[in-house]
C-alpha cells in the first residue's frame, strides 16, 4: 500500500488500516526507526485507565517490594529522565 507525503511533510494512514487497528484522531502513535531494514515503524498505543495504571502499579509493588517513588527513581535511571 502507497501512500504520499504531503508538503507539510505529512502521511496519511489509510482508511483500511486506521480501521483494521482502530486508529482515530485521538490515538497515540509510537514511531520507531529501523535502520537496519531502513523502515518507519508506527504502532497505535493502547491506552489504559487510571484504574488500569493503579493496579498494574501495585501488582509491581507487591513483587518487588519498593515504593512507588523508589520505582519511579529506577525507571528514570533506566531511561535517562533526570
Known sequence: ?????SKG???TIPARLRNELDINENTLL???LDKQENWIIIKP???RSLK???AECDAIK?????SVEEMRE??????MLH
Open 52 to 54: 488500569e495504571l493503579f
Open 45 to 47: 498505543v493502547k491506552t
Open 30 to 32: 509510537e514511531i520507531e
Open 74 to 79: 529506577e525507571y528514570e535511571r533506566e531511561n
Open 62 to 66: 507487591n513483587k518487588t517490594n519498593k
Open 1 to 5: 500500500m502507497l501512500t504520499k507525503m
Open 9 to 11: 511533510l505529512q502521511i
